[in-house]
């Protein structure tokens, strides 16, 4: 089935059902896209943390699926991975436990979400595909289906600057379900009325 017959179909259904009903994810598998195997860019883990999470993938791999909580704990530990790469040695310390207390909690909302929509043995096809954007970009990481290789969900950060406020941290994400359109908020943290550092840096 062509993308753009498919996401057309999933807005129809958004729109016709005011949002109550998701169509099943069945439609987007295509069979012949299953052979591919997309190159996988995350941040590097330290060896503690890549034990743990290589022994959890290894064992869910072995069975062919991973349950909702495994999955919900794997993103997590990602999530957090990713976002405090993305931050850099200058951003992080002074932002890190702020990010832990209120936006962390929400990415885990935001994950748990995205696990309800799947049948467990849908959920061995979702991974975290992206490197942080540096610089300027607003990208964190990225949820991707595998077998669609389509993006499901994507976490950004924007820098805003409110007319005398200083800067502020906005974290949120997009979904797949309107093209990626909608922002949904998950905090915002304060940084300082001087210019933040790049991303990274």
Known sequence: MPNWLRKSFVVMVTILTFGLVTPSHAIFYDNSSTDKNPKRDIVEPTNEESSSVNAL??????????????????MIH??????YAKFGPKIKPVIANEFSEMVLPNIEKAIQNVAEQYPEEELINLAVTERPGGGQSEKIFHIKNEATNEDIIRFHVRRDQPPQQGYWFNFHYHTYHDQFQTHHELGTIYWDKNTPPKWMS
């Open 57 to 74: 993938s290894s064992s869910s791999e072995e069975i062919g699926h991973i349950n909702k909580e495994e999955f919900i704990r794997k």
């Open 78 to 83: 990602e999530a957090e991975n990713q976002s």
